[in-house]
């Protein structure tokens, strides 16, 4: 499985960012899973390792990249920035981005530039709540059909997808998504993504799920409903919380 960390903004200290950096190099130096992190921009220049190997276990992750490609950007990162940081993942259109007012189009820009430089965007989508009528799924459809659309047929590959519905987020266990519809969610995102990727193929994109993810309910949702790993928030910066959810996976 793989598991990524977004640190989000919840780490401030280098103290806390070596901490928790260490803690997950030896929960992946034990091979079960892939693990990511994605801290702040600063803590990753801090500390990935100043040549990145390949062969390194643990790997980092960009929480937004700009759709800029350098110059006369002030406060921009890009994408070319991130790589020479050892950045392997970039996530893009989080919830929290796009309801800064990031548009499917902005998404669809940050990722192919991710792409570009060698980077796997992990591309968030996810519906705001659920209708009894279900529109939501044409929501859903609708944000994943913007990106694979621009996307050629070997990029679209090369992409993981985060489900992340924003009504489960902050949830408690009882009040979030249930293995069932998760589930079934998985296998609506699969038969979107034979629309770009006929028969098997789309089987090689790797689907995560992004809601309201810790110890407590992780194994449920990894049990029977065909996802592929998780994007884990503010779990992820708590060193026994981390350990807690990827022992429960494992």
């Given at each position: 499985?793989?598991?990524?960390?977004?640190?989000?903004?919840?780490?401030?200290s280098?103290?806390?960012?070596?901490?928790?950096?260490?803690?997950?190099?030896?929960?992946?130096?034990k091979?079960?899973?892939?693990?990511?992190?994605?801290?702040?921009?600063?803590?990753?220049?801090?500390?990935?390792?100043?040549?990145?190997?390949?062969?390194?276990?643990?790997?980092?992750?960009?929480?937004?990249?700009?759709?800029?490609?350098?110059?006369?950007?002030?406060?921009?990162?890009?994408?070319?920035?991130?790589?020479?940081?050892?950045?392997?993942?970039?996530i893009?259109?989080?919830?929290?981005?796009?309801?800064?007012g990031?548009?499917?189009?902005?998404?669809?820009?940050?990722?192919?530039?991710?792409?570009?430089?060698?980077?796997?965007?992990?591309?968030?989508?996810?519906?705001?709540?659920r209708?009894?009528?279900?529109?939501?799924?044409?929501?859903?459809?609708?944000?994943?059909?913007?990106?694979?659309?621009?996307?050629?047929t070997?990029?679209?590959?090369?992409v993981?997808?985060?489900?992340?519905?924003?009504?489960?987020?902050?949830k408690?266990?009882?009040?979030?998504?249930?293995?069932?519809?998760?589930?079934?969610m998985?296998?609506?995102?699969?038969?979107?993504?034979?629309?770009?990727?006929?028969?098997?193929?789309?089987?090689?994109?790797?689907?995560?799920?992004?809601?309201?993810?810790?110890?407590?309910?992780?194994?449920?949702?990894?049990?029977?409903?065909?996802?592929?790993?998780?994007?884990?928030?503010?779990?992820?910066?708590?060193?026994?919380?981390?350990?807690?959810?990827?022992?429960?996976?494992?």
């Amino acid at each position: 499985m793989l598991i990524v960390g977004n640190w989000k903004a919840y780490v401030e200290s280098r103290a806390k960012a070596k901490a928790l950096c260490v803690s997950a190099k030896r929960l992946a130096s034990k091979g079960d899973h892939e693990i990511v992190i994605a801290p702040a921009v600063p803590h990753i220049g801090f500390i990935a390792p100043a040549k990145p190997d390949t062969k390194e276990a643990l790997k980092f992750g960009a929480q937004d990249v700009s759709i800029t490609v350098g110059g006369a950007e002030t406060g921009e990162v890009t994408a070319g920035l991130l790589r020479d940081l050892g950045v392997s993942y970039v996530i893009v259109g989080h919830s929290e981005r796009r309801a800064r007012g990031e548009s499917d189009e902005i998404v669809t820009e940050k990722a192919r530039h991710a792409l570009a430089h060698g980077m796997t965007p992990i591309i968030c989508i996810g519906e705001v709540d659920r209708d009894p009528e279900a529109h939501y799924l044409k929501h859903v459809r609708a944000q994943l059909s913007a990106v694979m659309s621009s996307l050629s047929t070997k990029e679209r590959l090369s992409v993981v997808i985060a489900y992340e519905p924003i009504w489960a987020i902050g949830k408690s266990e009882l009040e979030a998504i249930t293995p069932d519809d998760l589930g079934e969610m998985i296998l609506y995102i699969r038969k979107v993504l034979t629309d770009f990727m006929p028969g098997r193929a789309n089987q090689k994109v790797r689907i995560l799920y992004g809601g309201s993810v810790d110890s407590s309910n992780v194994r449920s949702l990894a049990v029977g409903t065909g996802i592929d790993g998780f994007l884990v928030g503010r779990a992820s910066t708590d060193v026994a919380g981390f350990a807690a959810l990827v022992k429960a996976v494992s």
